[in-house]
């Protein structure tokens, strides 16, 4: 229903968020979990496979700890860097984090059922196996780089599902959406780093914004990559006909409605744990005493 291509926050890392300042985002997630208090939405997210990606992108969060002290402080975090980072991205976290930033009063009733009821049809459960499977198997750099270059052979050869997935993914606007949510990411990140107290003299918000806007095209490249080559993967066991009631069901109200609200979840997620992972940084930059 929804892929989110997330990216590494600064120009030059790869694709894939404590101090009081660090754990901002977190004192406004859900107190009450979705399985308690709405079981309806929770099975549609259930079903979706929402909660097994949140789990994921915990993990690709995790992994990006490495490179973020290599870039920034390098030797300097170590174990309690890592175990920050860890912290931030635990799967009860992340749970808490996308329900909190979920709008629960803009789906209706018909909505929730229409796309549960398709994802628990045998198709349904075909992608989104496909799509959980892909973006498990994404965690290694290397798969990625074996998926795109399938996606630059399928250009060259015209394969006609290109065509399916330049529709679905039109219909959706998961390019312009990614690419955005990536952006503000970035930017995110650096107001975290900035408000960490990582730099001495303080970057104005119209260079940070020049910064940011400079990268779109490089964004835009690798966001296109990714998104085709992830679908190509998380499809291969899917048949056209089950991909074009996939497109269909995106085009109904309840489609347009759920990919609306799953967006606006994960982009204020996203955006929160960007923060809280710059404002982490910064300790480390400064070099406090953690």
């Given at each position: 229903m929804i892929h989110i291509v997330r990216k590494v926050l600064l120009?030059?890392?790869?694709?894939?968020?404590?101090?009081?300042?660090?754990?901002?985002?977190?004192?406004?997630?859900?107190?009450?979990?979705?399985?308690?208090?709405?079981?309806?939405?929770?099975?549609?997210?259930?079903?979706?496979?929402?909660?097994?990606?949140?789990?994921?992108?915990?993990?690709?969060?995790?992994?990006?700890?490495?490179?973020?002290?290599?870039?920034?402080?390098?030797?300097?975090?170590?174990?309690?860097?890592?175990?920050?980072?860890?912290?931030?991205?635990?799967?009860?976290?992340?749970?808490?984090?996308?329900?909190?930033?979920?709008?629960?009063?803009?789906l209706s009733e018909q909505h929730i059922t229409e796309v549960t009821t398709f994802a628990q049809t045998?198709?349904?459960?075909?992608?989104?196996?496909?799509?959980?499977?892909?973006?498990?198997?994404?965690?290694?750099?290397?798969e990625v780089e074996a998926a795109i270059e399938t996606f630059f052979a399928a250009v060259e050869a015209g394969d006609p599902r290109l065509e399916i997935l330049t529709r679905f993914n039109q219909i959706n606007g998961l390019v312009e959406r990614n690419v955005l949510g990536a952006l503000n990411l970035r930017l995110a990140f650096f107001n975290g780093l900035i408000d960490g107290g990582a730099f001495d003299n303080e970057m104005s918000e119209e260079m940070m914004l020049a910064e940011v806007w400079s990268q779109e095209a490089e964004v835009r490249r690798t966001t296109v990559e990714w998104l085709f080559a992830?679908?190509?993967?998380?499809?291969?066991?899917?048949?056209?006909?089950?991909?074009?009631?996939?497109?269909?069901?995106?085009?109904?109200?309840?489609?347009?409605?759920?990919?609306?609200?799953?967006?606006?979840a994960f982009d204020q997620m996203l955006a929160d744990l960007s923060y809280d992972t710059g404002a982490a940084a910064a300790i480390f930059i400064v070099g406090e005493d953690t």
């Amino acid at each position: 229903m929804i892929h989110i291509v997330r990216k590494v926050l600064l120009r030059g890392f790869t694709l894939a968020a404590m101090m009081n300042i660090a754990l901002s985002s977190l004192a406004s997630a859900q107190d009450t979990p979705f399985e308690t208090h709405r079981p309806d939405l929770h099975r549609m997210l259930s079903a979706i496979g929402m909660y097994d990606i949140l789990t994921i992108m915990g993990t690709e969060g995790i992994n990006m700890a490495p490179e973020i002290e290599a870039q920034l402080f390098p030797g300097l975090g170590g174990t309690p860097w890592q175990e920050r980072v860890e912290q931030l991205h635990t799967p009860a976290e992340m749970t808490s984090l996308f329900e909190g930033a979920f709008d629960q009063n803009t789906l209706s009733e018909q909505h929730i059922t229409e796309v549960t009821t398709f994802a628990q049809t045998p198709a349904g459960l075909r992608i989104i196996t496909g799509e959980v499977a892909a973006r498990q198997t994404f965690l290694d750099q290397t798969e990625v780089e074996a998926a795109i270059e399938t996606f630059f052979a399928a250009v060259e050869a015209g394969d006609p599902r290109l065509e399916i997935l330049t529709r679905f993914n039109q219909i959706n606007g998961l390019v312009e959406r990614n690419v955005l949510g990536a952006l503000n990411l970035r930017l995110a990140f650096f107001n975290g780093l900035i408000d960490g107290g990582a730099f001495d003299n303080e970057m104005s918000e119209e260079m940070m914004l020049a910064e940011v806007w400079s990268q779109e095209a490089e964004v835009r490249r690798t966001t296109v990559e990714w998104l085709f080559a992830f679908q190509l993967l998380a499809y291969a066991q899917v048949t056209n006909a089950e991909l074009e009631s996939y497109v269909t069901l995106s085009e109904t109200e309840a489609g347009r409605a759920v990919n609306a609200a799953l967006f606006a979840a994960f982009d204020q997620m996203l955006a929160d744990l960007s923060y809280d992972t710059g404002a982490a940084a910064a300790i480390f930059i400064v070099g406090e005493d953690t």
